[in-house]
């Protein structure tokens, strides 16, 4: 029932090639959400142009998970780009990554979350960073992980609160990790 365009980055085709995949995707009967995964609002908020935003609208319910992992990111441009897709109706939801020396602490996560949510973005997932070729400076520890989300707990509405989660290698999906509150 629901479409994930992901990466890559979907938003890398061209204007009709887009349309087109979306359009052959929406004629499939029990195809009822779409989503776009795409870094774009950070990388190159200007793809989102307002002749794009106003075919894109077309194809609701569409989503677009969008992927910021550090509030430096969220440039003047950027923050326009996400009210602009809201204001078209797109929920937008937020996938971040936690990386070491980049955001791997409580405050980083806490000051990206309200930037985004205050831009109506929902902090939706933050992963653990996965096991990929000349990545591994970037991983963090599960115990460190799950010491962020607790910390986090005890500072943010449920609303600002991303989903700690960590992907299994090999297709083995996701999985929810939740620190214990008993300890
Ligand atoms: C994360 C993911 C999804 C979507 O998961 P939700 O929890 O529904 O947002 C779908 N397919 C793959 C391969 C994924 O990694």
Request: charged share 20%.
């Amino acid at each position: 029932k629901e479409v994930i365009l992901s990466g890559g980055d979907p938003m890398t085709l061209g204007d009709p090639r887009l349309i087109q995949v979306l359009t052959d995707i929406r004629n499939i009967d029990h195809v009822e959400i779409l989503r776009i995964a795409t870094r774009m609002p950070v990388v190159c908020p200007m793809r989102f142009t307002p002749e794009l935003l106003n075919k894109l609208r077309l194809f609701h319910p569409l989503f677009i998970m969008t992927h910021f992992n550090h509030p430096q990111e969220i440039s003047f441009e950027s923050a326009q780009t996400l009210e602009l897709l809201v204001d078209h109706g797109f929920p937008v939801f937020n996938q971040m990554v936690l990386l070491k020396g980049i955001n791997n602490n409580a405050v980083v996560v806490q000051e990206l979350s309200r930037k985004l949510l205050a831009l109506r973005v929902k902090p939706y997932y933050m992963f653990q960073c996965d096991p990929s070729e000349g990545t591994d400076h970037f991983r963090t520890s599960i115990p460190e992980s799950l010491q962020i989300q607790k910390e986090l707990w005890g500072k943010m509405s449920g609303l600002a609160m991303p989903n700690l989660s960590l992907d299994i290698p090999g297709g083995g999906g996701k999985i929810g990790l939740v620190p214990d509150f008993c300890t």
